[in-house]
C-alpha cells in the first residue's frame, strides 16, 4: 500500500489514484472511473481460486463488489498516504468508520479511556450500542490522572485531537507514551486534521479515524469514513470486522472522494488563511469573550498547535457575551453562513451550540455565556467579516 515517498504529499494527491494504461492502446483517461459493481465473475475456477487465496494472504484482492472495487483501492491508498499509514479501511460515514474502530478493537467485559471532547454521537454510541455489549467507556479531560483510571481490563485510549466543538489540542505524544506503558491501543478521530495538517499515527497513534464527508470530500456532497492503521495485528482485527459487519461504500461516493482529495491543499490553505482574518476581526468586537481555533495565537492550545500541525482549517468556534436569546438572533441574521451540521465543504455554515452540548466539555468554562461554531468556507473573507458584522449588530 503506502511507500515511503520523497515527494511532498500535494505532489502525490495529483498523481495517485489516476487509470492505467491500457496495453492495445497505450492510453488511459487521467482519472480512474467509479467502477460499480456487485458481482464480480471468473473465467474459471482456477481464476477465482487464485484470487481468493491473495485474499487470504491478506492482499487486497476483489471477490464480491461489497468489498470494493479499484475505486475504493484507490481511496484506500490515497487514506494510506495522507495519514502515513499502511492499511485503510472504509466505511460508508466517520461515524460507521468509528463503530468500526470500537468493535474491532473491544469485546464484552472490556473498558476503554474516552476523551470527553469526541464527536458527540460517539456518546450515543455509548448508550445506544456499547453499554448493550458490557463495554464500559470512562470519559476524561485533558487534566485527569489518567494513571488512576487505568483498570485491569482497560484496552483502548480514544480521543479526538482538536476537540469537537472548541478545538482543544490534546498531546498526542504524551497520550501515546501513557498508552503504550500500559499496553493500550491509541486511536485519534482525525477528521480536523484529515491527513493534510494533523498526522496521528507518526505522532504515536495506532489508529486514525477521518469522517471523509469532511475535508477530503470537500463540496458537502457525499458521505465516508475511512479507519487507517501502521499495525499489522491492528490491521488484521479492522480487516475482519470490517468484512464480517458488511461495512461498504457506493463506487459513485469513493470516486467523488478521490475527485474532492485533489485540491485539499489549496482548499485547506485557503479555509485556514481565511479563518484567521476573521478571528482578527472577531478579537476587536466587545461582544465576544474568547475565540477557540488552536490557530489563533491567544488560544491556549496555540503551543501545541505549533509543536504538532503543519497547517489549519475553517473551523474556529466563538463565545460570546450574549443571552442565549441574542445568540439566536445573531444566528438567524446572519445571511452567508448557512444553518447547519457537518463542515469541511466549500460553504461557511453556522451551529449553534447547545448547553447540553458544552456540558460534556470541562474545557468549557463559559459559564453562561453562548457559542456558536463556525465554519469559514471559500467565500471572500471580506463578505464574510461583513456578514458577522451586521449580524452582531441586528443580535444587540
Ligand atoms: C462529522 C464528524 C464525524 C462523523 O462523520 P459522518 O460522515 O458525518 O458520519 C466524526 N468525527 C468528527 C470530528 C466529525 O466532525
Not at 43 to 69: I, P
Not at 280 to 296: D, K, M, N, Q
Request: glycine share 8%.
Amino acid at each position: 500500500m503506502s511507500k515511503d515517498s520523497d515527494v511532498h504529499i500535494d505532489t502525490l494527491l495529483q498523481h495517485t489514484a489516476t487509470a492505467a494504461f491500457d496495453s492495445q492502446t497505450g492510453s488511459a483517461p487521467v482519472n480512474l472511473p467509479s467502477m460499480r459493481a456487485s458481482t464480480v465473475r471468473f473465467k474459471n475456477l482456477d481464476a477465482l481460486e487464485t484470487v481468493q487465496r491473495r485474499k487470504a494472504g491478506g492482499q487486497r484482492a476483489a471477490t464480491y463488489g461489497r468489498m470494493g472495487m479499484d475505486t475504493h483501492a484507490a481511496l484506500e491508498q490515497v487514506f494510506c498516504e495522507l495519514e502515513g499509514g499502511t492499511h485503510a479501511y472504509l466505511a460508508s460515514s466517520g461515524l460507521a468508520g468509528i463503530t468500526m474502530v470500537m468493535t474491532s478493537l473491544l469485546s464484552a467485559g472490556d473498558h476503554a479511556l474516552v476523551a470527553d471532547c469526541v464527536y458527540g454521537p460517539v456518546y450515543e454510541l455509548d448508550e445506544a450500542l456499547l453499554k448493550r455489549m458490557n463495554i464500559e467507556l470512562t470519559y476524561f479531560s485533558a487534566g485527569d490522572d489518567l494513571e488512576s483510571l487505568v483498570r485491569p481490563n482497560t484496552r483502548l485510549v480514544y480521543v479526538e485531537s482538536p476537540g469537537s466543538l472548541l478545538f482543544q489540542m490534546l498531546d498526542l505524544p504524551a497520550l501515546s507514551g501513557f498508552a503504550r506503558r500500559h499496553g493500550l491501543v491509541l486511536a485519534c478521530d482525525n477528521t480536523w486534521g484529515s491527513g493534510y495538517i494533523y498526522r496521528p499515527l507518526a505522532l504515536g497513534a495506532q489508529v486514525s479515524v477521518v469522517a471523509g464527508t469532511k475535508y477530503v470530500g470537500g463540496h458537502s456532497d457525499l458521505m465516508l469514513g475511512a479507519v487507517v492503521t501502521n499495525d499489522a495485528a491492528i490491521a488484521q482485527r479492522l480487516n475482519r470486522t470490517q468484512y464480517a459487519m458488511g461495512y461498504s461504500v457506493s463506487a459513485d461516493d469513493a470516486w467523488l472522494a478521490l475527485r474532492g482529495v485533489r485540491t485539499l491543499p489549496i482548499r485547506m490553505a485557503q479555509h485556514a488563511r481565511h479563518a484567521l482574518q476573521v478571528c482578527e476581526f472577531l478579537s476587536t468586537r466587545p461582544e465576544v469573550a474568547r475565540i477557540y481555533h488552536p490557530a489563533w495565537p491567544a488560544d491556549p492550545g496555540h503551543a501545541l498547535w505549533q509543536r504538532d500541525c503543519t497547517g489549519s482549517n475553517g473551523m474556529l468556534a466563538v463565545q460570546l457575551r450574549m443571552t442565549p436569546q441574542a445568540s439566536r438572533r445573531f444566528v438567524d441574521a446572519l445571511r452567508l453562513f448557512g444553518i447547519g451540521f457537518s463542515w469541511g465543504g466549500f460553504e461557511s455554515l453556522v451551529q449553534w451550540v447547545t448547553r447540553g452540548e458544552l456540558a460534556r466539555h470541562q474545557y468549557w468554562t463559559g459559564a453562561d455565556d453562548a457559542l456558536v461554531r463556525l465554519h469559514i468556507g471559500l467565500e471572500d473573507p471580506r463578505d464574510l467579516i461583513a456578514d458577522l458584522k451586521q449580524a452582531l449588530e441586528a443580535a444587540a
